[in-house]
């Protein structure tokens, strides 16, 4: 499956922005569509998962409360809206997709097969 990520960019603390993530190739509905991120200097972390098409989803502690993963079957992709934003959560964000992940490898980046490209987010104190 190819994805294709966007809707980073600059934010005040407190601000919110919405990423998408779309699949093609193959349908949301068939796999799973993680969120990760990575800032400078440190290693690539999980932020959030649509569990296979939406039955459930997954977040960071760092992030629950704050974003929301959701779908649409329609458009074949997954977003990521983050509100309230803090300057820690400035990093390089990345969809990941995998058809056959299971629970315990939900947080572990290598257990996706495919990832897009990665979209900056930067959030300013």
């Known amino acids: 499956v190819q994805l294709q990520a966007s809707g980073g960019g600059l934010v005040q603390a407190g601000g919110s922005l919405r990423l998408s993530c779309v699949a093609s190739?193959?349908?949301?509905?068939?796999?799973?569509i993680g969120w990760f991120r990575q800032a400078p200097g440190k290693e690539r972390e999980f932020v959030a998962a649509?569990?296979?098409?939406?039955?459930?989803?997954y977040y960071a502690d760092s992030v629950k409360g704050r974003f929301t993963i959701s779908g649409d079957n329609a458009k074949n992709t997954v977003y990521l809206l983050m509100n309230s934003l803090r300057p820690e959560d400035t990093a390089v964000y990345y969809c990941?997709?995998?058809?056959?992940?299971?629970?315990?490898?939900?947080?572990?980046?290598?257990?996706?097969?495919?990832w897009g490209q990665g979209t900056q987010v930067t959030v300013s104190s």
């Open positions: 649509f569990w296979r098409g939406g039955v459930r989803t």
């Open positions: 990941a997709a995998d058809s056959s992940l299971i629970l315990s490898s939900l947080r572990v980046p290598r257990s996706y097969d495919d």
């Open positions: 190739g193959r349908t949301i509905s068939s796999q799973t």
